[in-house]
Nanobody, 115 residues
Framework: QVQLVESGGGLVQPGGSLRLSCAAS????????MGWYRQAPGKQRELVAT???????YYVESVKGRATISRDNAKNAVYLQMNSLKPEDTAVYYCRTDFRGRTYWGQGTQVTVSS
């Protein structure tokens, strides 16, 4: 059974940083494409960043230069480092993977950027 558990969210001031974690079970992150998405109140869930099986990364324009997606194969986890946070980064952040034809999501972690 695939499970994804996010953590690391919280309240941070504009300009601050957070590192989000996604602990995976039932899959090997080293063999899987993984993604971070976010959903702000009243808005659709949107892609933030992905890391492929081969380690290639992709970022949406709004976070380029401020976000880094990475993985730790030994811990079977994926991370999203977010710097220079802005109020518009406020959202619930979700981890996602696709495995054997199914899409799996974590429960999400809230990130609030406010002074």
């Amino acid at each position: 059974q695939v499970q994804l558990v996010e953590s690391g969210g919280g309240l941070v001031q504009p300009g601050g940083s957070l590192r989000l974690s996604c602990a995976a079970s039932g899959i090997m992150v080293s063999m899987s494409g993984m993604g971070w998405y976010r959903q702000a109140p009243g808005k659709q869930r949107e892609l933030v960043a992905t890391i492929s099986f081969g380690g290639d990364t992709y970022y949406v324009e709004s976070v380029k230069g401020r976000a880094t997606i990475s993985r730790d194969n030994a811990k079977n986890a994926v991370y999203l480092q977010m710097n220079s946070l802005k109020p518009e980064d406020t959202a619930v952040y979700y981890c996602r993977t696709d495995f054997r034809g199914r899409t799996y999501w974590g429960q999400g972690t809230q990130v609030t950027v406010s002074s």
